[in-house]
């Protein structure tokens, strides 16, 4: 039995806040188990919502001394964490914050330099896990499949509900996912609109109506016409999206509530096209299929009332932990992997050339005997 102390962090493009979990898992014959002990989000203040909202528009220099500053700032939140929680751990396993994502031009770009994170709290750290899929011809994203596969096998679909929606779900023997659509990156740009930092419970979208040619022009947009292994980044949702919904002459209300009804029919999309006989039974039919949801949208009361009317498979809100800090868990998993020089990363899910072992480490002291 090999056991593994790790303080996963994350930060999503909805611009919420930093995530942080503090994650023991134990590798045993059977598998992995997991317990998230400490959590918390660090919500940004306006200067770091300004500076990472704007990053990709400003130059190279500014662009790299934000890199290592948001480093710092990491590290520094890691070890407040660790001090707050008389916390020891292993190492510190980083998603970072993605600025941007184009693999289609072979980049990918989260910042948030690991050696300023090692440095601001005394630990290694693992970080830069979606370059080396890039590389190898992949989206960079999804990553947390293999997480969704390793941790949590008695779900045959995985949905998150951040920034941008993603899937995940056993096809043909092989673990599949992808972007599903935008969501809370949406969603919250509306709700400031109304003067809201998010749509809480759905409630404005509530009080909308569904603005039929817009609904049809999103569902109609070229992302949707590809087949996966896809992904989405924050240049495609302000071009593609953001675009289509800011010319719109409907009411934020509406859009709104036409916004919920697009992800809900595209998530609908994704889980009714590939039901199954699950996995989990043999006496289980494909209308048993179970659904993990989590991220900030499981708190949309309003979308997750839509998903439950169009989707088939059976949805199951976990605990609180697992709703807000399941991607914190699966990039300290990721870090885990890394760290025992496992595979982290899947051809099947990116659409690399192979299965590639992700993430770059940095450390200031000797790595701990495992």
Not at 61 to 75: D, E, R, V
Not at 204 to 229: D, I, M, S, T
Not at 271 to 293: C, D, F, P
Request: glycine share 10%; proline share 4%.
């Amino acid at each position: 039995m090999q056991e593994y102390n790790v303080i996963g962090l994350m930060s999503g493009t909805s611009l919420d806040g930093v995530d942080l979990a503090f994650c023991h898992f134990i590798k045993e014959d059977a598998g992995w188990k997991f317990e998230i002990r400490n959590a918390d989000t660090i919500h940004y203040q306006n200067e770091w919502r300004e500076k990472l909202s704007t990053l990709h528009t400003r130059d190279a220099a500014t662009f790299a001394g934000t890199n290592a500053a948001y480093g710092n700032f990491l590290g520094t939140l890691v070890k407040e964490f660790i001090e707050k929680n008389k916390i020891t751990a292993d190492f510190v396993s980083s998603h970072g914050h993605t600025i941007f994502h184009q693999p289609q031009n072979k980049f990918t770009s989260q910042i948030g330099d690991g050696a300023a994170i090692s440095a601001a709290c005394g630990l290694p750290v693992v970080c830069d896990f979606r370059s080396g899929d890039v590389a190898l011809g992949g989206q960079g994203a999804p990553l947390v499949p293999i997480g969704d596969q390793l941790l949590f096998p008695e779900y045959d679909f995985c949905l998150n509900l951040g920034g941008i929606a993603n899937i995940s779900f056993q096809h043909s023997g092989e673990r599949v996912a992808f972007d599903v659509s935008p969501c809370n990156i949406i969603l919250n740009h509306l709700a400031m609109q109304k003067g809201k930092p998010f749509d809480e419970n759905g409630m404005l979208a509530r009080g909308g109506k569904v603005n039929e040619p817009l609904l049809n022009q999103l569902n109609n947009l070229p992302f949707y016409k590809k087949h996966f292994p896809k992904s989405l980044g924050r240049e495609d949702v302000e071009r593609d999206f953001l675009s289509l919904i800011d010319s719109s002459p409907a009411s934020t209300e509406d859009k709104l509530r036409t916004f919920c009804e697009h992800v809900a029919l595209q998530v609908s999309k994704a889980v009714n096209g590939n039901n199954r006989q699950s996995t989990v039974g043999s006496s289980q039919t494909a209308n048993n299929n179970r659904m993990l949801v989590t991220g900030g949208g499981t708190y949309n009361l309003f979308l997750v009332e839509r998903m439950k009317d169009l989707c088939s498979a059976q949805m199951i809100i976990p605990e609180e932990k697992i709703i807000q800090y399941k991607e914190a868990l699966i990039f300290a998993f990721l870090g885990v992997l890394r760290w025992r020089g496992e595979v982290n990363c899947l051809k099947s899910v990116t659409g690399a050339s192979r299965d590639s072992v992700g993430g770059a480490v940095f450390s200031h002291r000797k790595k701990p005997e495992s």
